[in-house]
């Protein structure tokens, strides 16, 4: 797939990275990344061939995430969470989803979103407060979803809710956005990943039907820890590698370039050494620990999920780490706007506080390890 990451590579130089500094300073949403990711087949990422789609596997979407976000996290994060709803719809799609959805993804006509996240559940995204309600064949949602990144651009989102009845689960639903009923409300004021555009879904009698339920009723967890958790968990460390690797070559080159009357320059000095050999090493370890977590999940390696959940531990604390020492290296001016390192340090600060957050995967890295059941 040498092919997929050099056309990221290409829209990442070409139109993402030029904006990127805009993009977080104004708020918006990366439009025109969109639009390109769509021309290359790149919004078709991970829809199966057959679809129409570049049928691609947990590892591109890691590099890919990586390669965007070692220029933009904003972008980054909107893409993975594209990636992520496309997954889900992939999983379980019937002919009718194939055609009404998959396809117009991978044309590059629709982007989706995840809809998990609610005030009262937090990190435990899970457990779902909203429990859709059923009207003869018709399920009815009410109520209001959190931290819905791509929000209003997303032309379709994947609503987890709790199943009519307790017995049978949790049910993940494709509302479209144009759906009666469906309205945003807020704006995302985050310090970082400014243009994530992570607002408010409230839903209000929101009728879907049963062709817009994602397998069966009662799939919903299943479709949380066996689809979502890879993508998304191993997504958001590519893009915290990346957020670490853009802060560390950009450190790189000002230690290199940034010179004193003496003629020495950062780089010549023994500390600022250092500090390149813990950011260089923090990187490739948590580059390595991901992809390496990626293969183990394609292959359904015994250890996968444990590599799976440590992998987004260790990248987005090693994010927050180098991004750290980048601002260290690179002194005052890394702490203004002349340099980009600013912005990788806030956008990296998200990592660790997204579910699964850096707290409950430590305790289900704890017991996998220590064979304490996780629930
Ligand atoms: C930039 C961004 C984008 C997002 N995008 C999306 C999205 O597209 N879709 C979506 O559904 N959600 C999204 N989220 C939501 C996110 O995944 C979390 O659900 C949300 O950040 C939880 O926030 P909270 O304030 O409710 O945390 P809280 O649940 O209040 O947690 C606060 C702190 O307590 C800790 N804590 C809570 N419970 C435990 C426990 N049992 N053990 C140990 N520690 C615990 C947490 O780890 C955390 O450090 C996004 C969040 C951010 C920041």
């Not at 009207?135 to 609503?159: C, I, M, P, Q, Y």
């Not at 590519?238 to 950062?266: E, M």
């Not at 444990?306 to 690179?330: D, G, H, P």
Request: glycine share 10%; aromatic share 8%.
């Amino acid at each position: 797939m040498a092919s997929v990451l050099e056309l990221a590579k290409q829209i990442t130089g070409e139109v993402i990275a030029p904006l990127a500094a805009e993009i977080d300073r104004t708020k918006r949403f990366p439009k025109e990344a969109f639009k390109a990711f769509g021309k290359a087949g790149l919004l078709g990422l991970l829809v199966p061939q057959e679809a129409g789609g570049l049928g691609g596997t947990l590892e591109d979407l890691v590099a890919v995430t990586e390669t965007i976000a070692e220029s933009c996290g904003s972008t980054a994060m909107c893409y993975l969470m594209h990636s992520c709803a496309t997954m889900v719809v992939a999983a379980k799609a019937n002919e009718d989803q194939k055609e009404r959805y998959l396809r117009p993804i991978a044309e590059g006509m629709k982007i989706g979103t995840l809809a998990f996240s609610e005030t009262g559940t937090g990190a435990h995204f899970y457990t779902p407060e909203i429990r859709a309600a059923l009207d003869e064949d018709t399920f009815v949602l009410n109520g209001r979803k959190s931290f819905v990144t791509n929000g209003d651009h997303a032309d379709f989102l994947l609503v987890l809710t709790n199943a009519p009845t307790a017995d049978k689960g949790l049910n993940m639903f494709i509302v479209d956005r144009d759906t009666p009923g469906v309205r945003f409300e807020g704006e995302w004021n985050g310090i970082g990943l400014r243009g994530n555009n992570s607002i408010s879904l409230v839903m209000e009698n929101v009728r879907v039907p049963h062709a817009q339920l994602v397998g069966a009723e009662g799939d919903g967890m299943g479709l949380i820890f066996e689809v979502v958790a890879p993508f998304f968990i191993l997504g958001v460390s590519g893009v915290n590698v990346g957020l670490a690797r853009g802060a560390y070559l950009t450190a790189l080159q000002h230690a290199k370039t940034r010179k004193y009357a003496d003629g020495r320059s950062l780089a010549d000095i023994q500390a600022i050494q250092f500090y390149l050999s813990d950011m260089f090493g923090a990187v490739e370890a948590a580059s390595l620990f991901a992809r390496n977590a990626s293969k183990a999940a394609i292959e359904g390696q015994e250890d996968a999920v444990l590599r799976v959940m440590q992998a987004k531990v260790l990248a987005s604390e090693s994010a927050i780490k180098v991004t750290n020492l980048a601002m260290q290296v690179c002194g005052g001016q890394g702490y203004t706007q002349q340099l980009p390192v600013e912005r990788y340090l806030r956008d990296a600060r998200a990592g660790t506080v997204m579910a699964p957050t850096t707290e409950v995967l430590k305790e289900w890295v704890g017991k996998s390890v220590a064979g304490i059941p996780l629930f």
